[in-house]
T-cell receptor, first 109, second 114 residues
Framework: QKEVEQNSGPLSVPEGAIASLNCTYS??????FFWYRQYSGKSPELIMS????GDKEDGRFTAQLNKASQYVSLLIRDSQPSDSATYLC?????????FGTGTRLQVFP | SAVISQKPSRDICQRGTSLTIQCQVD?????MFWYRQQPGQSLTLIAT?????????ESGFVIDKFPISRPNLTFSTLTVSNMSPEDSSIYLC???FGTGNGYTFGSGTRLTVV
């Protein structure tokens, strides 16, 4: 079993729709969870962090965490073509970030 | 967040040679991390570099192939030694600001081995 699993996609959504990105992880000791966005040819950029069960909202982004199910998700509301990128889930254990394979999101006009 | 300068941004190297990648941070940090991103893949942690101690390597990565230096709290280098085409990847350095606050990444080094 991979440490962090994500659907590689591509996930295609129309402009204005909600994009839902999912991630499961195996390390129950993970304490913090991060979502990174990576545009093609660029380095990853941190867009959301979540530390406790429930939802955390930041603008058009909502992160959801369920530690019992070892599941974390990212919702992007009112998706824009500029949101087209690869989204990487990264749980943080005791001393390092482990990245999932990433989900490629395509938002079409 | 801090600014991370990484160089070179890209290089094309002959097989059998070595390349040293430099990472400079504009503030002091305890740990620096080196990742590899192979074409079309996610990020894989190579090693963690603490100032004043030997780097800690992840499974599948060894010091002879990827020696790391960490001479002070703002600088680190990663060397890719005796390169083969399989080493063609993007190499990224990253730092953590505050425990559990996520990492910031440098702009990366795109390495092509021919």
């Amino acid at each position: 079993q991979k440490e962090v699993e994500q659907n590689s996609g591509p996930l295609s959504v129309p402009e204005g729709a909600i994009a839902s990105l999912n991630c499961t992880y195996s390390d129950r000791g993970s304490q913090s969870f991060f979502w990174y966005r990576q545009y093609s040819g660029k380095s990853p950029e941190l867009i959301m962090s979540i530390y406790s069960n429930g939802d955390k909202e930041d603008g058009r982004f909502t992160a959801q965490l369920n530690k019992a199910s070892q599941y974390v998700s990212l919702l992007i509301r009112d998706s824009q073509p500029s949101d087209s990128a690869t989204y990487l889930c990264a749980p943080w254990g005791t001393d390092k970030l482990i990245f999932g394979t990433g989900t490629r999101l395509q938002v079409f006009p | 967040s801090a600014v991370i300068s990484q160089k070179p941004s890209r290089d094309i190297c002959q097989r059998g040679t070595s390349l040293t990648i430099q990472c400079q941070v504009d503030s002091q940090v305890t740990m620096m991390f080196w990742y590899r991103q192979q074409p079309g893949q996610s990020l894989t942690l190579i090693a963690t570099a603490n100032q004043g101690s030997e780097a800690t390597y992840e499974s599948g990565f060894v010091i002879d192939k990827f020696p790391i230096s960490r001479p002070n709290l703002t600088f680190s280098t990663l060397t890719v030694s005796n390169m083969s085409p399989e080493d063609s990847s993007i190499y990224l350095c990253s730092v953590e600001f505050g425990t559990g606050n996520g990492y910031t990444f440098g702009s990366g080094t795109r390495l092509t081995v021919v």
